[in-house]
């Protein structure tokens, strides 16, 4: 291992952290009868032959794609993630408003992947969806229900199958709402309200979720009066009890079903129409519950499996150089650009480390065989350093880089001033990198924010190098901070230099670390550079590898 891979070490385990949910990654718990389990009529050439756009749903149950309604090929394994193809909630259903609910989301949110938790069954009270009542229901009123089977796709527990799957989902994603749809098989008096409410309630409970930021939307029931060849509705005078849930919670919302009609076979159910209207009803309703902020450093949903785009779980970043100070003059390493995060310190243009090297955000970083680099450049991309200068002076300005087409290029900015000339690749190959000139600054001594901005698509940048010219100041100064103890193991009785890059420049004995950095503070170590960050790092067999970094300025 390199001694650039063991510093990178020493500072990535230091900020190692647990994976945690993606947060633009929003999923909702849909739960109720028999119009939220689905009786739309299926369009397969529409709402099957492709996979919806970022729309996913956790299964419910386990079915063959044989045995679901429509013409789906897709089988489903229950508690495993799968594009939201109906049907949902059972085999033998149809189409949900929970269906469109989720496409009108995505379509309303660009950058967010909608999960849908789907457990509903048709014909049964509020009682079958509350843990303290669900047995005796089934029992008891609901023992037809039982006989038909239903119940059997949630192992006879619907609130506890919602509970699984959502501790399941929200490991992945965020859970951001409930959509709800019932009533029909009860009297929506003040005794439902409550139970539906404790229904919800015990959920945010047991997930520890804050009812303050879970919204419930409820949808009214059918009020069609010219359904069921010109009968009406079976319940559209309970629609005044569901609204009333607004006293129940703390952000709710009501889908309102004015003006959406009937199957015309019976009193209960929308037609195909009507419940995707509702479900793009329950769409406006939630987005004006949710929050809807975009993580720009989250990476894109993976849709296949959500467990690998989770993201890391410590604290966002301050902005700030991402070790010390790179020290000037000396080597600007792309790599090291600044913590901090998206349009703090870089802007990238697409989502995610396409080389998937070094650092875990969007930043394009690879390795070609001389070490890191930054590549997959695009026009208006940037990224910043914290740079310390040591002293007033010129300085040349010069870049190892690579490309294809002699055009791909970036410039440099010095607190916001424009620095050097363009420096533009030789268009010999992303393979063949080569220095180039980037023209000279003047510069002052101190502590500075260095900005390279793309200006051409494609560069892949190694190093940006400042050499001085006719700085001026001390002859030569020294600092000696701390040291790094690594359990690894090597030789004895000799010293070696790295550079900040991991690259070995001097060797040389010493009676001990005190004097091996005196040494190479006071210029008795040969073949250093004109000045910057040195590890000075001693050389004992089966002891700690100890390393002391040194900064020094020299003329």
Not at 362 to 376: L, T
Not at 418 to 440: A, P
Not at 503 to 516: D, G, Q, V, W
């Amino acid at each position: 291992m390199r001694i650039k891979e063991l510093l990178g070490l020493a500072f990535i385990s230091t900020s190692a952290a647990f994976a945690a949910p993606n947060p633009n990654f929003h999923i909702y718990i849909a739960y109720g009868q028999s119009n939220m389990a689905g009786n739309g009529e299926i369009v397969p050439a529409e709402d099957q032959a492709t996979e919806p756009k970022n729309f996913l749903m956790i299964a419910s149950h386990t079915a063959n794609a044989s045995s679901r309604s429509g013409s789906t090929t897709q089988s489903i394994q229950m508690g495993e993630w799968y594009p939201a193809i109906p049907p949902m909630f059972h085999s033998f259903e149809k189409l949900s408003p929970a269906d469109y609910f989720g496409r009108a989301m995505v379509d309303s949110l660009p950058g967010v992947t909608v999960g849908i938790i789907p457990v509903a069954i048709g014909a049964v009270s509020i009682r079958a969806f509350d843990k303290d009542q669900y047995e005796e229901y089934f029992e008891t009123d609901g023992k037809d229900i039982m006989n038909w089977g239903w119940p059997k796709d949630y192992d006879n527990n619907p609130p506890g199958r919602i509970l699984e799957l959502a501790k399941k989902a929200k490991e992945v994603g965020v859970i951001k709402g409930f959509i709800f749809h019932q009533g029909e098989s009860d009297a929506t008096d003040a005794n439902w309200r409550k139970t539906v409410y404790k229904t919800y309630k015990d959920i945010i409970d047991a997930l520890e979720l804050d009812e303050n930021e879970v919204p419930f939307v409820a949808g009214e029931l059918m009020n069609d009066p010219t359904g069921n060849s010109g009968k009406g509705s079976c319940c559209s005078n309970k629609n005044s009890g569901i609204a009333e849930l607004k006293n129940n919670f703390k952000k709710f919302g009501l889908a309102s079903s004015k003006d959406l009609r009937g199957n015309g076979n019976d009193p209960y159910h929308f037609n195909r129409e009507s419940v995707i209207e509702l479900g793009r009803r329950y769409c406006s309703e939630m987005l004006k519950l949710i929050d809807k902020t975009i993580d720009p450093n989250a990476p894109a949903v993976n849709l296949t499996d959500p467990s690998q785009s989770t993201v890391s779980d410590e604290p966002p970043e301050e902005y700030g150089p991402y070790i010390d100070p790179i020290a000037i003059p000396g080597k600007v390493e792309a790599e090291n650009y600044n913590k901090g995060g998206a349009e703090v310190a870089y802007h990238d243009l697409n989502t995610g480390n396409e080389g998937g090297k070094f650092r875990k955000d969007n930043v394009d970083i690879y390795q070609p065989n001389m070490g890191f680099a930054v590549g997959y450049a695009q026009k208006g991309e940037w990224l910043k350093y914290t740079v310390n200068v040591a002293a007033d002076g010129e300085y040349a300005i010069s870049a190892n880089v690579a490309g294809e087409n002699s055009t791909g290029g970036f410039v440099l900015y010095m607190d916001n001033e424009r620095i050097g000339e363009t420096i533009v690749n030789e268009g010999k190959g992303f393979d063949t990198y080569t220095i180039v000139s980037g023209g000279e600054a003047t510069l002052k001594a101190g502590e500075h924010e260095l900005k390279l901005e793309i200006v051409s698509d494609w560069i892949d940048i190694d190093y940006v190098e400042f050499t001085a010219k006719n700085a001026t100041g001390s002859d030569k100064t020294a600092i000696v901070n701390q040291g790094l103890h690594l359990n690894v193991t090597e030789s004895q009785s000799s010293f070696s230099v790295y550079d900040i890059h991991g690259r070995e420049t001097a060797s040389f004995t010493a009676k001990n670390m005190a004097e091996a950095v005196d040494m190479v503070r006071n210029g008795a170590v040969q073949n250093l550079a004109i000045g910057g960050v040195y590890f000075v790092v001693s050389k004992k067999k089966n002891k700690q590898l100890q390393m002391q970094k040194v900064i020094f300025f020299k003329n």
